[in-house]
């Protein structure tokens, strides 16, 4: 029987919001919890992605490496964020790096383990799936005005017209 703890922090995160009791209950039964203290690196962008994390407390950054402007954040996760997410989606390679930013505590699932567990109960895989993908719609949005801003043109100074020299 999962703790109850494990069975709280998974209903109330993107994870598990909506989810069954028994869905709820069978995810818990998967779930490890660890602790990473601040500064530590999670994974690395490009690594191989083997579980599927819950942030229950804690901060997380997702940085991503871009050509000629070196490390960009992406993102902070926080309390009911999923992490890891390529674990069960995809190649299974990891798209940022995640780095501790406060004391983080995570719920981990590994991902072979939790698409078995998908497999073999399709009402659990969908829900899990629909879950996921919602999550990810919501990531996705918040990375694209993040790259919005990194990539937009600067703006001239009020007054002045960029590139035109102006005579008199």
Known sequence: MPALDTLHQLSTSSLGV?????????????ATTERFPAGR?????????????????????????VPLRGNVRLLTLGSGDLLGW???????IMTATATVLKDAQLLNIP???????????????????DLVARALAKRLQGTRLQMLDLFKEPRPAPGKLSGVVAHD
């Open 41 to 65: 690196v999670i994974f690395k962008e490009a690594s191989t992605a083997d579980h599927l994390a819950v942030v229950c407390s804690g901060s997380v950054a997702l940085d991503m490496h």
């Open 86 to 92: 390529s674990a069960i989606v995809g190649d299974g």
């Open 111 to 129: 991902g072979t383990t939790l698409r078995k567990a998908c497999d073999d109960d399709p009402a659990l895989g969908y829900a899990v799936m």
């Open 18 to 30: 909506g989810l069954s009791d028994d869905h709820l209950k069978r995810l818990a039964e998967l």
